[in-house]
């Protein structure tokens, strides 16, 4: 039996998974946005990750904190169209995105919705009442997004090879892999 995993071999069906965007599905771009379809490429596997999930998850959720659009660099219109073309692309290889939040805000404005604040998974436990944080899964490649995911009591995983950051922040971090595919191919073997 594999013991290196302890908290994903909980993992059933009626957990929920909540997956940041940029830099955990997408390219994140340095010091810009993605402002349009063209401009949003997937890392590596992650559309046939996200079938992996499907079969995991009753719920899969993106957070995504976009404060281009606070900024007036771009429009919730072209961050839907975004999403709707995203969605659509893990839809054609069986995977399933079930919502996707967006917290528009600058990261002046302290909204309650900005991550690390825990107003988008607060919002998706509204809107799908079956979600228990503590049966939850959150994935990213940021500090806030750790703190997002411990300040709800969520297993936290943190994507990247950044050895620093995890060290420095043990306590946030529950499991680091080095991208989607990699945690997908783990769910699968343990
Ligand atoms: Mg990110």
Not at 69 to 77: A, D, F
Not at 135 to 142: E, I, L, W
Request: aromatic residues 12%; hydrophobic residues 40%.
């Amino acid at each position: 039996m594999n013991t290196l995993y302890p908290k994903l071999k909980k993992i059933n069906r009626n957990w929920s998974l909540f997956l940041d965007r940029d830099g955990v599905i997408n390219v994140r771009l340095i010091d810009d946005y993605v402002k349009n379809r063209e401009a949003f490429v997937f890392l590596p596997n992650v559309r046939e990750s996200c079938a992996v999930f499907s079969d995991f998850f009753d719920r899969i959720f993106v957070v995504t904190n976009q404060q281009g659009v606070g900024k007036g660099l771009m429009s919730m219109e072209q961050v839907n169209d975004i999403h709707q073309f995203m969605v659509e692309e893990i839809e054609k290889v069986g995977g399933r995105i079930d919502r996707v939040y967006v917290a528009p805000y600058l990261q002046s404005d302290n909204n309650i919705m900005r991550k690390p604040s825990p107003g988008m998974a607060l919002k998706a436990k509204k809107e799908f009442s079956e979600v228990q944080f503590k049966q939850s899964v959150m994935v990213g490649d940021s500090i806030s997004d750790m703190q997002f995911g411990k300040r709800l009591g969520m297993v936290t995983i943190f994507l990247g090879n950044d050895v620093n950051q995890c060290r420095d922040n043990n306590e946030l971090i529950d499991y680091s892999f080095s991208d989607l595919w990699s945690f997908a191919q783990t769910l699968l073997t343990i």
